[in-house]
């Protein structure tokens, strides 16, 4: 009984603060939610493939490590080797959804998300492994102390590390200039390894002088802070195409004056769909999510065909998600 409640702390504590943080990381997308089947393969590709691939590179990198400087190879592991191997297979989760769903990248804002996501993903199984070698040595007293610093003091590390990878991917898909897509997948990766490095040496050197942490600290937070200030930029300027790109489809008819004021308001939007939901009109309640998501995606659309050139397939897209949005408009 006692190891079956370990096991059931040990996971809790490992995934839960990640699942909450990775539900609130998806609120700040507020106009158009990127669908949940992609939302939850970021964070499962975090939490499997990621580490799988992330532990055999390791081991396979720590045995010239050992071979060169013997038990102090370890040193280099964490601040070196670790970073190195980690961001980059994190990172392909953003790779694949450049090249297969590239269509779901409409903002910088989506890449930090998708990015987050990973990261919240790996950090759980991570934290899980750190878990059970605690519990082994010092049981669950030792756990909640370690979970108060990794899951809380530095529960949005990786989460910071792999955003700016995913930011670096968005750059890529949604800026015009050619230099910026190039630079911009290698810039973000980088970033991510610098703050990873600067993050695994503060805790390293921590363990033999204690005030090295203060440096991960102020990496970390001013990190997360720095990524939430353009996560706010980001989504404001998300709104501001929802102002741009949807007035003339009022026009059109595809949505009406009044839902052109609630579709750029995400409060107003979480209000109307509330009144409808405390009415008992479940149905409604749907096709209201559905309707604002169209809509927010035909914007979406609308900016990139406007900044990026008459791409085809984004013509045919817009023409689609007008249809759609007419024929549901009809029925709300």
């Not at 809790?12 to 669908?35: C, N, Q, S, T, V």
């Not at 001013?222 to 706010?232: D, N, Q, R």
């Not at 309707?291 to 914007?299: I, M």
Request: net charge neutral; proline share 4%; charged share 15%.
């Amino acid at each position: 009984m006692e190891t079956l409640i370990a096991v059931i702390a040990i996971l809790g504590l490992a995934f839960i603060p990640m699942i909450i943080y990775a539900i609130i990381l998806w609120w700040f997308d507020r106009y158009e939610k990127e669908p949940l089947a992609l939302v939850v393969a970021a964070f499962l590709w975090g939490a499997i493939p990621a580490v799988i691939f992330s532990l055999i590179a390791q081991l396979i990198a720590d045995i010239p490590l050992t071979m060169l400087f013997g038990p102090a190879g370890s040193l280099f592991s964490a601040p070196i080797v670790a970073p190195l191997t980690e961001e980059p297979f994190k990172g392909l989760a953003l790779l694949l959804l450049l090249l297969f769903f590239r269509r779901e990248i409409d903002s910088p804002l989506d890449g930090i998300i998708y990015g987050g996501l990973v990261g919240f993903g790996f950090a759980a199984v991570e934290n899980t492994f750190y878990f059970a070698d605690t519990y082994a040595a010092e049981g669950l007293s030792g756990v909640l102390v370690l979970s108060s610093l990794r899951a809380v003091l530095f529960g949005l590390n990786h989460a910071l590390f792999t955003g700016f990878t995913g930011l670096g991917i968005a750059l890529a898909r949604t800026h015009t200039s050619w230099p910026v897509k190039i630079s911009a997948p290698i810039m973000g990766l980088s970033i991510a390894i610098a703050f990873h490095a600067i993050h695994n040496t503060g805790t390293t050197l921590a363990a033999m002088l204690c005030w090295p942490i203060l440096f991960s600290l102020a990496a970390d937070w001013g990190g997360v802070i720095a990524l939430l200030g353009i996560i706010i930029w980001t989504s404001a300027r998300e709104q501001r195409w929802l102002v741009r790109y949807l007035a003339d489809e009022v026009e059109s008819g595809a949505i009406s004056q009044r839902d052109y004021g609630v579709i750029q308001s995400y409060w107003r939007r979480v209000w109307q769909r509330l009144q409808t939901l405390a009415g008992g009109d479940l149905a409604r309640w749907f096709r209201l999510g559905r309707y604002y998501q169209l809509a927010s995606e035909l914007a979406f659309a609308k900016h990139r065909w406007f900044t990026h050139g008459r791409e085809q397939d984004m013509g045919l897209r817009i023409e689609k998600l007008r249809r759609q949005l007419y024929e549901l408009h009809k029925r709300l």
